[in-house]
């Protein structure tokens, strides 16, 4: 299933991507959970009933599958063999790949959705940069999660624009504040249920920017896969249901190229992972 989150009829409603065309929302609650994190929480199988509501599709706007989630996103950095190449080089430093995985985290505010508008703020950034990722979320948490067991904590996969304001995360020498200005997480355009993604270390992955390929790698050249990272991250922190995990993006980033490109107003970034669908924003 591709679990959603909409806004129709001014309200925020969740449920799922009808096959035959349009939406399926789930009740209100009492009858069922709230949001997408509320049903995660209550640990049942999904099971859209007869009682949810068909919308047809253009009378609803999609948003994030989850639009605020509880904590940061957690992302993983350097994760492409191909993209800490040639961000090193990019910064004249000696090429040495990660023994120990990059970690750090998008703010919740930073969370956008599919086809939305990004605002560029000449006076916070010029160098606003596109990452495509494939990124998890956590159906079941848990501390010292085995890495033989750890796909069957995840719920889904979607695609994360990990937007990075390259001037800012090198001026701070640190992630944090490059990567959490408004709306530089966009997120969707749904969530794909496990039981739809039959390996997700062999998905084809690519971005594109005003139609002209700028990434395309496949997941399966992680340098620390899905169930590596999330043995990783559980032995530190507990993890939750509706955690949600940006895995890394392969090379072909703005800063590296030769000279280096950055987002402008009137572009268009298309993210697009093989059985996720694509993910597309506009920048203003």
């Known amino acids: 299933m591709r679990v959603v989150t909409v806004r129709y009829a001014g309200e925020e409603r969740w449920?799922?991507?009808?096959?035959?065309?349009?939406?399926?929302?789930?009740?209100?609650p009492p009858e069922a959970p709230a949001t997408v994190l509320d049903h995660l929480d209550e640990g049942v199988p999904l099971r859209p009933g007869d009682d949810w509501e068909?919308?047809?599709?253009?009378?609803?706007?999609?948003?994030?599958?989850?639009?605020?989630p509880r904590r940061n996103v957690i992302c993983m950095g350097l994760n492409y063999a191909d993209h800490a190449e040639e961000s090193m080089r990019a910064k004249g430093r000696e090429v040495v790949l990660p023994e120990h995985p990059v970690v750090f985290t998008k703010a919740t505010t930073s969370v956008t959705g599919?086809?939305?508008?990004?605002?560029?703020?000449?006076?916070?950034?010029?160098q606003m940069d596109w990452?495509?990722?494939?990124?998890?979320?956590?159906?079941?948490?848990?501390?010292?999660?085995?890495?033989?067991?750890?796909?069957?904590?995840?719920?889904?996969?979607?695609?994360?624009n990990d937007l990075s304001a390259r001037d800012l995360q090198f001026r701070h020498k640190q992630f944090f504040l490059g990567?959490?200005?408004?709306?530089?997480?966009?997120?969707?355009?749904w969530i794909t249920t496990v039981d739809e993604v039959e390996d997700p270390q062999a998905l084809d992955i690519r971005c594109r920017v005003n139609g002209e390929m700028k990434q395309e790698a496949n997941t399966s050249l992680m340098i620390f896969g899905i169930a590596r990272t999330?043995?990783?991250?559980?032995?530190?922190?507990?993890?939750?249901?509706?955690?949600?995990?940006?895995?890394?993006t392969p090379a072909g980033v703005g800063f590296a190229r030769t000279p280096p490109q950055y987002l402008r107003p009137g572009d268009r970034v298309?993210?697009?992972?093989?059985?996720l669908g694509v993910l597309r924003n506009y920048f203003i």
């Open 15 to 28: 449920g799922v991507l009808d096959p035959e065309g349009g939406f399926r929302l789930a009740p209100r």
């Open 54 to 68: 068909s919308v047809p599709l253009e009378d609803a706007t999609l948003l994030a599958p989850i639009p605020v």
């Open 114 to 126: 599919p086809d939305s508008e990004i605002v560029l703020e000449p006076d916070v950034t010029e």
């Open 131 to 160: 990452e495509v990722e494939l990124a998890l979320v956590m159906g079941r948490g848990g501390r010292h999660i085995a890495a033989a067991d750890a796909l069957q904590h995840v719920f889904g996969y979607t695609i994360i």
């Open 179 to 189: 990567k959490s200005l408004d709306s530089a997480c966009p997120m969707g355009p």
């Open 230 to 248: 999330i043995e990783i991250l559980s032995g530190i922190l507990r993890l939750q249901p509706g955690d949600i995990i940006a895995t890394g």
């Open 270 to 275: 298309e993210c697009e992972i093989a059985g």
